[in-house]
């Protein structure tokens, strides 16, 4: 292989919903890989605020858009040996794909590394990337691809109602949404138009379950998946906009290998060199399932992915694109496995959307197809129901978990379920609270009713240390051997450390006891924390160290939030 000296990465682009966060790890990441490979960098990247245009990152950067126009004239001035297109979200992508038809790549001799741009356009035109994956047996949704409104209205007839539109080439989901009926859906197609030349009408599959998997091939042909995910949301709702689980927790093992085998038949047969992310419905009543999409390029669910497993997937990548092989690569963050060892978690990821919605006037705070979460926030646990918890209390809305939180005002409960918007998950809390069933939620919402019983579980907890007899009303009288002796009753024990394994704080579990009635709310929880202690209810060190070894990096963090 021809030595490379010099590559120009498309960067993560202007500040934007969808854009630029994720994109700015991934592309720091290659940019990192490349500099230990000794490779001169060249990054076009136009937001300031980015970790990659700080000093040292790369070596050169232009401040310029990332749109061919500007591209080419980086490209005439630095003569790269090739470029990178893959770390910047959809608008590298896009621009790396125009560059390659109007012939400027080939024109200054610029080879394009990792997965080739024709793979690149098998995956974002939606009529090529049906009969791509048509050639191997593989299913996709049932679907048109459409250039103008009135193919849009005849490919709907034919299809029948509810369909979906997707915009080509789109990032985010931008343009894309469900359809029941003609008027809905002549709205929807002039949306899609504004945003892609193409737009798919595709048969809806609203309520199946949504599964992703993290896919890596080098060269050589060599594949794994890095890991698998499941929206806590059923089909409908843009991943960007979902509760995310990894590993999945309801998928049966046969469910489980079917969909990764298939995954890696994909980017086989695609020809995909790096990593990319594949996403299916899954049909809940059976193992039937339709490909949604294929991203040939590292994703918001990428850079979870990295968090969530520990493996650098935007490093091995960026080192993949230069004709590395897998079994030559360590992980960088373990330094001790091979790039081609496949993490396996023993515990639970959560990711969790955040908006900025109450800023805007007149915005829709209802959820579907297209993304407007603003970023998220990513929780470790050893069960579902802690990681949740703690992302919960993370995302900025002033919430301590799935209970205990302020009141919300909800005029119409089945209404607030059957349609999502961003506080869908405190009103499956309330309506549990109230006496709604598992079933009757899973029949308005058709989120899984393993994850409701979950929630379910933290409500009992919940309303457990409610009905234990109340220590606000007799705390005052009581001196501290009477308070330790009420205290130590072997049930009062075990439930507050049920409660703290399934992810309560403190000041849950004092809100919960009445104390805050007593006192303010930081001293109540620290009151408890102080119960806690003294009654021995704290992590063992081995679990401390356990997870300090899995987490290095954030091993201050696990030891001030357990103890």
């Keep these: 292989m021809e030595k490379i000296k010099k590559v120009l990465l498309l960067g993560s682009g202007a500040l934007k919903i969808g854009q630029a966060g994720e994109f700015d790890y991934s592309g720091s990441q290659a940019l990192k890989a490349l500099r230990e490979e000794g490779i001169e960098t060249v990054l076009i990247n136009p937001n300031i605020a980015t970790v990659q245009t700080s000093k040292g990152v790369a070596d050169k950067v232009y401040f310029q858009p990332v749109q ?179 590993p999945s927790q309801t998928l049966s093992n046969s469910e489980y290998h079917k969909l990764r085998a298939l995954a890696i038949k994909i980017i086989r047969h695609i020809g995909i060199v790096g990593e990319c992310n594949v996403q299916y419905a899954l049909d809940p009543q059976s193992e039937d399932y339709r ?25 091995v990548a960026a080192k993949l694109g230069l004709g590395y092989g897998l079994f030559e690569l360590k992980n960088s963050v373990t330094k001790t496995t091979s790039a081609f060892f496949e993490p396996a978690l023993d515990y639970v990821v959560v990711k969790i959307p955040r908006w900025d919605l109450t800023k805007f006037h007149g915005v829709k705070r209802q959820l579907g197809s297209s993304m407007k979460s603003v970023g998220e926030v990513m929780a470790i646990g050893r069960t579902f129901e802690e990681a949740l918890q703690k992302g919960l209390r993370m995302i900025g809305q002033g919430m301590h978990g799935f209970v205990e939180n302020h009141e919300i005002k909800i005029k119409d409960i089945a209404s607030a379920l059957h349609e999502p918007t961003d506080m869908r998950i405190f009103v499956v809390s309330k309506a549990l609270k109230i006496g709604y069933s598992v079933e009757q939620i899973h029949q308005l919402t058709m989120i899984d009713r393993w994850f ?21 009303e007799f705390l005052g009288f009581m001196d501290n051997s009477e308070l330790l002796e009420y205290l130590e ?58 997870l300090a070894a899995e987490f290095p990096a954030q091993t201050n963090y696990l030891y001030l939030s357990y103890l």
């Design 68 to 246: 061919p126009e500007f591209v080419e004239r980086v490209i005439e001035k630095e003569c790269p040996d090739g470029i990178l297109l893959s770390f910047g979200g959809q608008t590298a992508l896009n621009c790396g794909v125009e560059l390659y038809e109007r012939g400027v790549l080939e024109k200054y001799g610029v080879r394009v590394l990792g997965t080739p741009v024709q793979a690149i356009i098998d995956t974002e035109d939606r009529d090529l990337f049906v009969k791509r994956l048509d050639e191997i047996g593989v299913k996709t949704i049932k679907s048109e691809a459409c250039c103008t409104i009135e193919e849009v209205q005849k490919a709907a007839r034919e299809l029948g109602f509810p369909v979906i539109l997707r915009a080509a080439y789109a990032l985010g989901g931008l343009g894309s949404g469900f359809c029941d009926n003609e008027t809905e859906l002549l709205i929807q197609a002039e949306e899609a138009f504004s945003f892609s030349p193409q737009v798919l009408v595709e048969k809806s599959l609203k309520g199946w379950k949504e599964i992703e998997y993290e896919v890596v091939r080098d060269c050589y042909d060599n594949c794994i998946t890095v890991c698998n995910m499941e929206n806590f949301d059923p089909l409908g709702i843009h991943t960007g906009e979902s509760i995310v689980v990894a």
């Design 291 to 315: 490909v949604i999409e294929v991203n040939a390029r590292l994703s918001r669910s990428s850079a979870l992915a990295s968090k969530a497993t520990g493996y650098p997937l935007a490093f």
């Design 452 to 472: 409701l019983q979950k929630l379910k579980h933290i409500v009992s907890i919940d309303m457990r240390l409610k009905e234990f007899p109340q220590l606000s």
């Design 489 to 546: 009753a072997p049930e009062f024990v075990e439930l507050l450390r049920e409660a703290k394994v399934y992810g309560f704080s403190d000041f849950q579990i004092a809100r919960a006891l009445g104390l805050e009635d007593l006192m303010s709310m930081e001293k109540a929880g620290l009151t408890v924390r102080g119960w806690r202690k003294e009654l021995g209810v704290v992590p063992t060190v081995n679990q401390i160290d356990t």
